[in-house]
């Protein structure tokens, strides 16, 4: 009888290097990686009594990718969901500053009605940061981060950059490292602005943009669809090199629009405007009437746009992807405009929220949405610990279960063999430099 098997928590993203066929493996639980030599890792899956005599073999074991036979993979993935669920290792909270915005942007998931009113209040403000600087000094972790948002949360700028300097002297208090992020339309950036919010631990700033001005000013239109994208370009030129500006770009994968990426890249280089980034999502579908409903669709097209962007010299993702839903994390506090605490930003007002600024946690109705009902089908699936059930909206959006799960394997699949084929190219061009190749046999 077998001792080990392969665990099934295991992808394979095998390719060629040097005419020599490679198995990268990553471990999607462990987050393991290794590269071996194709025929290596063939004679550990027939279980060859040769190979078990090797330093493969046993660092396989030490690794994650061969267990003991007989354990219940499952078992072990519900252990470990608990642990990263309770992780307080650092704290984060999303918070959303206002429902309000002066976009009238084609794809928002927010009910109409939502986008011209309900800024947080100046008192509840204080209150919610009250609130979490006493779950900080509870937790004690050993940093904490904050997302802004909105709406279009430079709207109410004031108690935004008022609650952030709260929370930076309440972590510089207590000696954690404190640092935030806010996603915006641009339109209301200023040096002084800037200036104020990185004396109190801005990071990065996430600006939307969809395109070139042909496509940004038809699906990101002003209120009254007035264009911006001009002047969007033109405030990030004036606070260009103060603080690093990551761009949101989303596209529609049922349209050709995402062909024009290139006019918005080279739009920033003649503007010398400083980007650090771009990161890609398709438009998704959303819970009203939508004309956007093709999702990520053909998965070439993403590949396209990253590789666009990956020309044009800025850096490719070098962590594995990880699409874990901010409702299975318990150090993950998201604070609507009115002080609830609600599972997702992307729900609206107040929407299943298990908590009150002012009465604390409802701990039933947390520990009742880190309840994941995991089909057959997914319990034995090798990216489970990756996608963990998926994203609660679209399995309600799609199923009327928000504790369900929503399968997106293919884009997932995709997307972490991609990482782990350039992790590996990395690596073994590292080691073809030091003549450190694996041997084939």
Same mark, same amino acid.
């Given at each position: 009888?077998?001792?080990?098997?392969?665990?099934?928590?295991?992808?394979?993203?095998?390719?060629?290097?040097?005419?020599?066929?490679?198995?990268?493996?990553?471990?999607?639980?462990?987050?393991?990686?290794?590269?071996?030599?194709?025929?290596?890792?063939?004679?550990?899956?027939?279980?060859?009594?040769?190979?078990?005599?090797?330093?493969?073999?046993?660092?396989?074991?030490?690794?994650?990718?061969?267990?003991?036979?007989?354990?219940?993979?499952?078992?072990?993935?519900?252990?470990?969901?608990?642990?990263?669920?309770?992780?307080?290792?650092?704290?984060?909270?999303?918070?959303?500053?206002?429902?309000?915005?002066?976009?009238?942007?084609? &794809?928002?998931?927010?009910?109409?009605?939502? /986008? $011209?009113?309900?800024? #947080?209040? @100046?008192?509840?403000? %204080?209150?919610?940061?009250?609130?979490?600087?006493?779950?900080?000094?509870?937790?004690?972790?050993?940093?904490?981060?904050?997302?802004?948002?909105?709406?279009?949360?430079?709207?109410?700028?004031?108690?935004?950059?008022?609650?952030?300097?709260?929370?930076?002297?309440?972590?510089?208090?207590?000696?954690?490292?404190?640092?935030?992020?806010?996603?915006?339309?641009?339109?209301?950036?200023?040096?002084?602005?800037?200036?104020?919010?990185?004396?109190?631990?801005?990071?990065?700033?996430?600006?939307?943009?969809?395109?070139?001005?042909?496509?940004?000013?038809?699906?990101?239109?002003?209120?009254?669809?007035?264009?911006?994208?001009?002047?969007?370009?033109?405030?990030?030129?004036?606070?260009?090199?103060?603080?690093?500006?990551?761009?949101?770009?989303? &596209?529609?994968?049922?349209?050709?629009?995402? /062909? $024009?990426?290139?006019? #918005?890249? @080279?739009?920033?280089? %003649?503007?010398?405007?400083?980007?650090?980034?771009?990161?890609?999502?398709?438009?998704?579908?959303?819970?009203?009437?939508?004309?956007?409903?093709?999702?990520?669709?053909?998965?070439?097209?993403?590949?396209?746009?990253?590789?666009?962007?990956?020309?044009?010299?800025?850096?490719?993702?070098?962590?594995?992807?990880?699409?874990?839903?901010?409702?299975?994390?318990?150090?993950?506090?998201?604070?609507?405009?009115?002080?609830?605490?609600?599972?997702?930003?992307?729900?609206?007002?107040?929407?299943?929220?298990?908590?009150?600024?002012?009465?604390?946690?409802?701990?039933?109705?947390?520990?009742?949405?880190?309840?994941?009902?995991?089909?057959?089908?997914?319990?034995?699936?090798?990216?489970?610990?990756?996608?963990?059930?998926?994203?609660?909206?679209?399995?309600?959006?799609?199923?009327?279960?928000?504790?369900?799960?929503?399968?997106?394997?293919?884009?997932?699949?995709?997307?972490?063999?991609?990482?782990?084929?350039?992790?590996?190219?990395?690596?073994?061009?590292?080691?073809?430099?030091?003549?450190?190749?694996?041997?084939?046999?």
């Amino acid at each position: 009888m077998p001792t080990h098997k392969i665990s099934c928590y295991i992808l394979d993203g095998s390719f060629t290097y040097r005419g020599v066929d490679y198995s990268t493996l990553h471990h999607t639980l462990t987050k393991a990686d290794c590269i071996l030599p194709r025929w290596a890792w063939k004679r550990v899956a027939d279980n060859d009594p040769e190979i078990k005599q090797t330093a493969v073999w046993s660092t396989l074991k030490a690794q994650g990718f061969l267990i003991p036979a007989g354990t219940d993979e499952f078992q072990l993935f519900l252990e470990w969901r608990g642990d990263h669920a309770r992780n307080f290792n650092e704290v984060k909270s999303r918070v959303l500053y206002t429902r309000k915005c002066d976009n009238d942007c084609a &794809y928002c998931s927010l009910m109409p009605h939502l /986008r $011209r009113g309900f800024h #947080m209040s @100046a008192e509840t403000a %204080r209150l919610m940061d009250r609130f979490h600087a006493g779950f900080i000094a509870e937790k004690r972790p050993l940093s904490a981060r904050d997302a802004f948002l909105g709406g279009e949360p430079f709207l109410n700028y004031g108690v935004m950059c008022d609650s952030a300097r709260r929370r930076f002297d309440c972590c510089q208090a207590l000696g954690i490292p404190y640092r935030f992020s806010v996603t915006t339309n641009g339109k209301h950036l200023s040096v002084a602005r800037i200036d104020a919010l990185l004396e109190c631990g801005l990071e990065t700033l996430h600006v939307s943009l969809a395109g070139p001005a042909g496509v940004h000013d038809r699906l990101r239109p002003s209120l009254g669809g007035l264009p911006n994208y001009q002047k969007v370009l033109g405030n990030l030129e004036l606070i260009s090199g103060r603080v690093p500006v990551i761009i949101e770009y989303q &596209y529609d994968a049922a349209a050709d629009d995402y /062909r $024009r990426i290139g006019e #918005m890249i @080279a739009d920033f280089e %003649r503007r010398d405007i400083q980007i650090a980034g771009i990161e890609v999502t398709p438009i998704l579908p959303r819970r009203q009437d939508n004309h956007f409903n093709a999702g990520f669709g053909d998965l070439t097209i993403l590949h396209w746009i990253n590789a666009v962007i990956e020309d044009a010299g800025f850096p490719a993702e070098r962590s594995a992807p990880l699409f874990a839903c901010i409702a299975d994390q318990k150090a993950y506090h998201v604070y609507d405009v009115d002080g609830s605490i609600i599972p997702c930003p992307s729900l609206q007002l107040g929407e299943r929220a298990y908590g009150h600024v002012t009465t604390g946690i409802d701990y039933v109705a947390e520990t009742q949405l880190l309840e994941r009902r995991f089909p057959e089908e997914c319990r034995t699936c090798a990216l489970l610990p990756t996608c963990m059930g998926g994203c609660r909206l679209r399995a309600d959006m799609e199923n009327g279960d928000f504790n369900g799960v929503i399968c997106n394997r293919d884009h997932l699949e995709t997307e972490l063999k991609r990482y782990m084929r350039q992790k590996a190219k990395d690596e073994l061009e590292r080691r073809d430099a030091c003549g450190d190749l694996p041997v084939d046999e």
